[in-house]
């Protein structure tokens, strides 16, 4: 079985940056789309970026465009989410989730999916 585990969340102040890692075992996910996505208290979840297995192609929710940048490391079997500028309505419990078909669609879920980290970030 596969395992996704997230760490870097935490809690910031508006306009600071965050960096959320997800550290894959188990599988080779090295071969997988993966995607980060969220959900706020109260709120649906939605996805919030997603990249190809290759790293070549990304995709990110209007919301987040110009200030989060997905990533991954396959040799380290590892997927990064670089969070700058963070807003009070980016507070959500983020999570790391792999193996979808490119692109990733609404209501098409991953089929793996991390614990998730929480992110707040203070007005």
């Known amino acids: 079985q596969g395992q996704l585990v997230e760490s870097g969340g935490g809690l910031v102040q508006a306009g600071g940056s965050l960096r959320l890692s997800c550290a894959a075992s188990?599988?080779?996910?090295?071969?997988?789309?993966m995607a980060w996505f969220r959900q706020a208290l109260g709120k649906e979840r939605e996805s919030v970026a997603a990249?190809?297995?290759?790293?070549?192609?990304?995709y990110y929710a209007d919301s987040v465009k110009g200030r989060f940048t997905i990533s991954r490391d396959n040799a380290k079997n590892t997927m990064y989410l670089q969070m700058n500028n963070l807003k009070p309505e980016d507070t959500a419990v983020y999570y790391c989730?792999?193996?979808?078909?490119?692109?990733?669609?609404?209501?098409?879920?991953?089929?793996?999916w991390g614990q998730g980290t929480q992110v707040t970030v203070s007005s």
């Open positions: 989730t792999a193996n979808f078909p490119w692109p990733l669609r609404a209501g098409l879920l991953p089929d793996y």
């Open positions: 188990g599988r080779t996910f090295s071969r997988y789309h």
């Open positions: 990249i190809s297995w290759s790293g070549g192609l990304t």
